[in-house]
C-alpha cells in the first residue's frame, strides 16, 4: 500500500520558473491538502480539497494554485517561482474531510528551492 | 479563528528523564487535539489523538480544556524518542469541513 506519494523528492528551481509538485493517494479519501513546513513557522496550510472538484484556499495560498479533476490526484503549481517560496511541501489526506476527528495522512514531502 | 501554541522550538533531555512537550490551543468550539510526529528522514505521522485517550511509545496527553492545554507526556525518555512532534488542532471551517491548524514544532534531543 503506498499511501501518497509525492514527486519530485526534491528539485532546485530558477526564479520566476513555472513547477508543479505532484501528489497521488490510493486510499480514495475525499479530502486532501497541501501544507509547507519552515523552521520556526511549522506546518501552514496552502490549499486544500475536500472532494473531488473542488478546491479551497489555506492560511498561505499566494503564488500557488490547485486542481482536483479526480479523488487520486492534488497537483500544486508555482506559476512563477520565488525564493519565499523555499520550502518542504507536504500533501496530506483525510477520510472524509469532514470528521473532525479525522487523523492526517502525509506524504514523504518535496524539499523546493529557489534560487 | 483557531490557534496552537508549541512555546518550545527545542527541547532537550537525558535518556530516562521525563519529558513534558507544552501545547496550548484557542478554539471557540470542542476542539480535536492531536499530536504528530516526525522522525528523521520519515514522513510525519500521528501519534495520538486525545478522543482516543491512549498511550503510545509510552506517550500521553490530556486535555484540559479549562487551561487550553494538550502537553505530550512521557515518564522516561529513551533516545529514539528524538524527533519533532507537532500539537495539532482539528476544527471545523465556515463550510462545515475539517480544519487542522498545527503549532510550530518543539525538537525534541534525548541526549544518551
Known amino acids: 500500500i503506498a499511501g501518497i506519494t509525492q514527486a519530485p523528492t526534491s528539485q532546485i528551481l530558477a526564479a520566476g520558473r513555472r513547477m508543479t509538485l505532484r501528489c497521488t493517494q490510493d486510499m480514495r479519501h475525499n479530502a486532501m491538502y497541501w501544507y509547507r513546513q519552515d523552521l520556526g513557522l511549522g506546518l501552514r496550510l496552502i490549499h486544500y480539497?475536500?472532494?473531488?472538484?473542488?478546491?479551497g484556499k489555506g492560511e498561505v495560498p499566494d503564488g500557488y494554485s490547485v486542481s482536483r479533476a479526480n479523488t487520486d490526484d492534488f497537483p500544486l503549481t508555482l506559476a512563477s517561482a520565488v525564493p519565499s517560496q523555499t520550502s518542504v511541501y507536504f500533501c496530506?489526506?483525510?477520510?472524509?474531510?469532514?470528521?473532525?476527528?479525522?487523523?492526517?495522512?502525509f506524504g514523504s514531502g518535496t524539499q523546493l528551492s529557489v534560487l | 479563528a483557531q490557534r496552537v501554541t508549541q512555546p518550545e522550538k527545542l527541547l532537550s533531555v537525558f535518556k530516562g528523564a521525563p519529558v513534558e512537550l507544552k501545547c496550548n490551543y484557542s478554539?471557540?468550539?470542542?476542539?480535536?487535539l492531536f499530536w504528530y510526529v516526525q522522525y528523521s528522514r520519515q514522513r510525519l505521522q500521528l501519534l495520538l489523538r486525545?478522543?482516543s485517550r491512549e498511550s503510545i511509545k509510552g506517550f500521553t496527553a490530556d486535555l484540559n480544556k479549562g487551561e487550553t492545554s494538550f502537553h505530550l507526556k512521557k515518564p522516561f525518555a529513551q533516545e529514539e524518542d528524538s524527533a519533532m512532534y507537532y500539537c495539532a488542532l482539528s476544527g471545523s471551517n465556515s463550510g462545515g469541513y475539517q480544519k487542522v491548524t498545527f503549532g510550530t514544532g518543539t525538537k525534541l534531543q534525548v541526549i544518551p
Open positions: 480539497s475536500n472532494t473531488a472538484g473542488t478546491t
Open positions: 478554539y471557540s468550539g470542542s476542539p480535536e
Open positions: 496530506a489526506s483525510s477520510e472524509t474531510g469532514v470528521r473532525t476527528n479525522e487523523k492526517l495522512f
Open positions: 486525545h478522543i
